[in-house]
């Protein structure tokens, strides 16, 4: 019985000094003033699921980052399928690149190329890029941005056709959970119909 009661204790202990080891990590101190770092919890947009199931469809790295897209286009009012869009004629949706996480062909020229730190540097400067240089300057549709942002000139039919690929998918995914959200209607409409036949 002594040793239950001793494991017990150093167990307890053990998890007070492991409790007190994981809040010292999240401790700042700025100037002598000792603050908690927190964590924001947030809902995924509905967009960025309809893009995380289209871009698992093609394999993509960018799968993760689907709220990334959607919160830069936010952020920089464009068209949410417009960077997704403009990956998959660059690089297959990030999947070849020329290192960086550069899936955009952003500042491709030659055998130089601009790299980013992270899939969501790239999304947020992209978009801004795109924003500031392009759609701020009239060039608000994939066929008037080719002029500036590609050589070839089959690039805007690309990113259209995948924009609207992307806006097919999301209309079909929608569509799918309208049905599955009506078949889990359905008792209350046997239900109604079983009233209504007693009458």
């Given at each position: 019985m002594?040793?239950?009661?001793?494991?017990?204790?150093?167990?307890?202990?053990?998890?007070?000094?492991?409790?007190?080891?994981?809040?010292?990590?999240?401790?700042?101190?700025?100037?002598?003033?000792?603050?908690?770092?927190?964590?924001?919890a947030?809902?995924?947009?509905?967009?960025?699921?309809?893009?995380?199931?289209?871009?698992?469809?093609?394999?993509?790295?960018?799968?993760?980052?689907?709220?990334?897209?959607?919160?830069?286009?936010?952020?920089?009012?464009?068209?949410?399928?417009?960077?997704?869009?403009?990956?998959?004629?660059?690089?297959?949706?990030?999947?070849y690149?020329?290192?960086?996480?550069?899936?955009?062909?952003?500042?491709?020229?030659?055998?130089?190329?601009?790299?980013f730190?992270?899939?969501?540097?790239?999304?947020?400067?992209?978009?801004?890029?795109?924003?500031?240089?392009?759609l701020?300057?009239?060039?608000?549709?994939?066929?008037?941005?080719?002029?500036?942002?590609?050589?070839?000139?089959?690039?805007?039919?690309?990113?259209?056709?995948?924009?609207?690929?992307?806006?097919?998918?999301?209309?079909?995914?929608?569509?799918?959970?309208?049905?599955?959200?009506?078949?889990?209607?359905?008792?209350?409409?046997a239900?109604?119909?079983?009233?209504?036949?007693?009458?």
């Amino acid at each position: 019985m002594k040793k239950k009661i001793l494991f017990f204790l150093l167990l307890i202990s053990s998890f007070a000094f492991l409790t007190k080891q994981v809040l010292a990590l999240n401790l700042v101190e700025d100037n002598n003033i000792t603050q908690t770092e927190g964590i924001k919890a947030k809902k995924l947009d509905k967009r960025a699921k309809i893009l995380a199931e289209y871009l698992a469809k093609f394999d993509s790295p960018l799968q993760n980052h689907a709220q990334d897209f959607i919160d830069a286009s936010n952020t920089y009012n464009l068209d949410w399928k417009l960077l997704p869009a403009i990956a998959g004629v660059e690089s297959t949706f990030g999947k070849y690149i020329p290192g960086g996480y550069n899936g955009w062909g952003w500042g491709v020229y030659g055998t130089q190329a601009i790299h980013f730190n992270s899939w969501k540097e790239a999304i947020f400067t992209i978009a801004k890029g795109l924003r500031e240089n392009y759609l701020d300057k009239g060039l608000t549709d994939p066929f008037s941005i080719n002029r500036i942002y590609a050589a070839s000139p089959h690039w805007g039919g690309k990113v259209t056709y995948f924009m609207q690929d992307l806006e097919a998918f999301a209309n079909q995914f929608e569509a799918d959970n309208q049905e599955i959200s009506q078949i889990g209607q359905s008792p209350n409409i046997a239900a109604i119909s079983g009233q209504l036949a007693l009458r």
